[in-house]
T-cell receptor, first 113, second 115 residues
């Protein structure tokens, strides 16, 4: 059973608007969360991360929010740009073993010009 | 240029024919890992290595072997490939093993088809 879930396989947003990508997890021992972005025919690249001691982390147009009680995190992209069109993976790792990563199934974002 | 390289990028093979996918990083990273990506399942970790001669199983290790004889290389070995190992494979590395905050650098992927 997947411990990290991205329930929206795809999302379409107009350029300039906000994109919100969601991620849920089941394991309360997860301590660190990451978002990766993947373009076709390339490997994933790290985007932004958040530790469980925080509820928000910002990096330019990208903000990740963490709600530990709901076991939910979200990635906000404001404003969205056509170059943001990619697959976004949510990932988590836990205090018991920081060497093991658990990924969601990905959300394909399409930003329309 | 700092990078993770994988070879081959594409491979079509037949059931039971042993194959090796190579992975190399030039960043002196301690940690290396292999993933497979399948539709609807995302990336699943196969094996990882914390340093030379230190490896451990990820979530889906069955049917795979790895070795870490040198810090820069982490080959993935399929002794007897089967069609259910048809997938997109990624190698990744990061500076420190066991770090709570370290992120990973991924290779470009190897698309494997087993007939």
């Amino acid at each position: 059973d997947q411990q990290v879930k991205q329930n929206s396989p795809s999302l379409s947003v107009q350029e300039g608007r906000i994109s919100i990508l969601n991620c849920d997890y089941t394991n309360s021992m997860f301590d660190y969360f990451l978002w990766y972005k993947k373009y076709p025919a390339e490997g994933p690249t790290f985007l932004i991360s958040i530790s469980s001691i925080k509820d928000k982390n910002e990096d330019g147009r990208f903000t990740v929010f963490l709600n530990k009680s709901a076991k939910h995190l979200s990635l906000h992209i404001v404003p969205s740009q056509p170059g943001d069109s990619a697959v976004y993976f949510c990932a988590a790792k836990g205090v018991y073993n920081f060497n093991k990563f658990y990924f969601g199934s990905g959300t394909k974002l399409n930003v329309k010009p | 240029e700092a990078q993770v390289t994988q070879n081959p990028r594409y491979l079509i093979t037949v059931t039971g024919k042993k194959l090796t996918v190579t992975c190399s990083q030039n960043m002196n990273h301690e940690y290396m890992s292999w993933y497979r990506q399948d539709p609807g399942l995302g990336l699943r970790q196969i094996y990882y290595s914390m340093n030379v001669e230190v490896t451990d199983k990820g979530d889906v290790p069955e049917g795979y072997k790895v070795s870490r004889k040198e810090k820069r290389n982490f080959p993935l070995i399929l002794e007897s490939p089967s069609p259910n190992q048809t997938s997109l494979y990624f190698c990744a590395s990061s500076f420190l093993a066991g770090s709570s905050t370290d992120t990973q650098y991924f290779g470009p992927g190897t698309r494997l088809t087993v007939l």
